[in-house]
């Protein structure tokens, strides 16, 4: 079973920065698709950023386009996202996926979302409040 765990998360004044870390405990870890996703209490999980295999594609919704940037290193088998900029709506459980999936960054970009259901393996969440 793949496991994943996030780290890196706090509370940061608004127009701050955080870096998020997923760290991996899985074999061929670079055959993974992998992204981020937030969650506020009440409401659907929002896919954040995806990157493909090979960190050539990526997807950010639009919320978070220019501020966030989401790099993986195989090697390290550690998924990143660089958070800048932060505002008060960045507010949320963010949690890292991965699933064995061909093209997620590129179906994602044109989809325009990142679907939930489409990732098998989820980390536990770290927390990320941003306030005014």
Do not use: H
Request: proline fraction near 2%; charge should be positive; glycine fraction near 10%.
């Amino acid at each position: 079973q793949v496991q994943l765990v996030e780290s890196g998360g706090g509370s940061v004044q608004a127009g701050g920065s955080l870096r998020l870390s997923c760290a991996a405990s899985a074999y061929a870890y670079g055959s993974f698709c992998l992204a981020w996703f937030r969650q506020v209490p009440g409401k659907e999980r929002e896919g954040v950023a995806v990157i493909s295999t090979g960190s050539a594609s990526t997807y950010y919704v639009d919320s978070v386009k220019g501020r966030f940037t989401i790099s993986r290193d195989n090697a390290k088998k550690t998924l990143y996202l660089q958070m800048n900029s932060l505002k008060p709506e960045d507010t949320a459980m963010y949690f890292c996926a991965a699933s064995v999936t061909m093209r997620c960054a590129v179906t994602a970009v044109t989809a325009g979302r990142a679907r939930e259901n489409e990732y098998t393996y989820w980390g536990q969440g770290t927390q990320v409040t941003v306030s005014s």
